[in-house]
């Protein structure tokens, strides 16, 4: 069974529009959710990091929200560019070290 | 580029051949983890470092993969006798201990080594 699911699997969208990519856990012990973003052949950078303590972070058109009742987080993006293109990955951590558990991804396109 | 670098990029290998990834962490990062990723999936944890204590070792870890991190500082993964199943992404990522005055979870991640068995 997942641990992490990303919805959805695929998002292709126009350039400018404002989009919601979900991330749910089935596990309710969390300590931290990462977001990173990946591109192709590339490695993994973060964007935003919420501590279980927080409800949201944000950076530049970036927002990210996390509700540890319900198990799940958001990640918002405004405005979307087509250089915002790539592979979006939620991750989870269940204790302070520090151990990712990831969502298999979100493969976002923005076209011009 | 996040400071934390891999070598090699790409290593192409036969089957039954012993491959050895190398990661060198961002300085003072204490905590280093190996993950794995194959095409279409998140990447799963392979195991972790606290300076040079293997701490925790996944279940995927089989016996032919071994990891160290001598002196806490660098950190090797090989894989014996490689099988076309171990294809995959192989990353790593480095972390600082947090402390009272400065808390630092991120974990930051190095360009991966992209493993093909032929």
């Known amino acids: 069974k997942q641990e992490v699911t990303q919805i959805p699997a695929a998002l292709s969208v126009p350039e400018g529009e404002n989009l919601v990519l979900n991330c749910s856990f089935t596990d309710s012990a969390i300590y931290n959710l990462q977001w990173f973003r990946q591109d192709p052949g590339k490695g993994l950078t973060s964007l935003l990091l919420i501590q279980s303590s927080q409800r949201e972070q944000t950076s530049g058109r970036l927002n990210a929200s996390l509700d540890k009742s319900s198990g799940r987080s958001t990640l918002y993006i405004a405005a979307s560019q087509p250089g915002d293109s790539a592979t979006y990955l939620c991750g989870k951590t269940g204790t302070s070290y520090g151990k990712l558990t990831f969502g298999q991804g979100t493969i976002l396109t923005v076209h011009p | 580029d996040t400071g934390v670098s891999q070598n090699p990029r790409h290593k192409i290998t036969k089957r039954g051949q012993n491959v050895t990834f190398r990661c060198d962490p961002i300085?003072?990062?204490?905590?280093l983890y190996w993950y794995r990723q194959t095409l279409g999936q998140g990447p799963e944890f392979l195991t972790y470092?606290?300076?040079?204590?293997?701490?925790?070792k996944s279940r995927l870890l089989s016996d032919r993969f071994s990891a160290e991190r001598p002196k806490g500082s660098f950190s090797t993964l090989e894989i014996q006798r490689t099988e076309q199943g171990d294809s995959a992404m192989y990353l790593c990522?480095?972390?600082?201990?947090?402390?009272?005055?400065?808390?630092?979870?991120?974990?930051?991640f190095g360009p991966g080594t992209r493993l093909t068995v032929t």
């Open positions: 990522a480095t972390r600082p201990t947090a402390d009272r005055i400065k808390i630092d979870y991120e974990q930051y």
């Open positions: 300085s003072e990062h204490n905590r």
């Open positions: 470092f606290q300076n040079e204590a293997q701490l925790e």
